[in-house]
């Protein structure tokens, strides 16, 4: 089973960038869409980015033109470039995998356990 880790977030400056990774433990099919949400106390978790089997990127209003999505299935990574951060862009940030196996016919999803990402004022 596919195990999603995260890792790269912190505390930064308004302004400032990070790079968050999603590595999996398991191989990820070039099939599967990944993608990056992120919840902030008291809200719901909401789609950030999400980058297709074809390479098709998606983008929250919210960060397009800030933050950029991208993959590299040689390592099984994700990442997510996040640049000109924003207070509102604090929130913890989840990594996750779908997609559909024509084998089993059924679909996949993984989730990440999350990283903190805190921008400060």
């Known amino acids: 089973q596919v195990q999603l880790v995260e890792s790269g977030g912190g505390l930064v400056q308004a302004g400032g960038s990070l790079r968050l990774s999603c590595a999996a433990s398991g191989s990820i099919p070039s099939i599967a869409a990944m993608a990056w949400y992120r919840q902030a106390p008291g809200k719901q978790c909401d789609l950030v980015a999400a980058v297709s089997s074809s390479g098709s990127t998606n983008y929250a209003d919210s960060v397009k033109g800030r933050f950029t999505i991208s993959r590299d299935n040689a390592k099984n990574t994700v990442y997510l470039q996040m640049n000109s951060l924003k207070p509102e862009d604090t929130a913890i940030y989840y990594c996750?995998?779908?997609?559909?196996?024509?084998?089993?016919?059924?679909?996949?999803?993984?989730w990440g356990q999350g990283t903190q990402v805190t921008v400060s004022s």
């Open positions: 996750k995998s779908a997609y559909w196996s024509s084998t089993y016919h059924r679909a996949y999803e993984y």
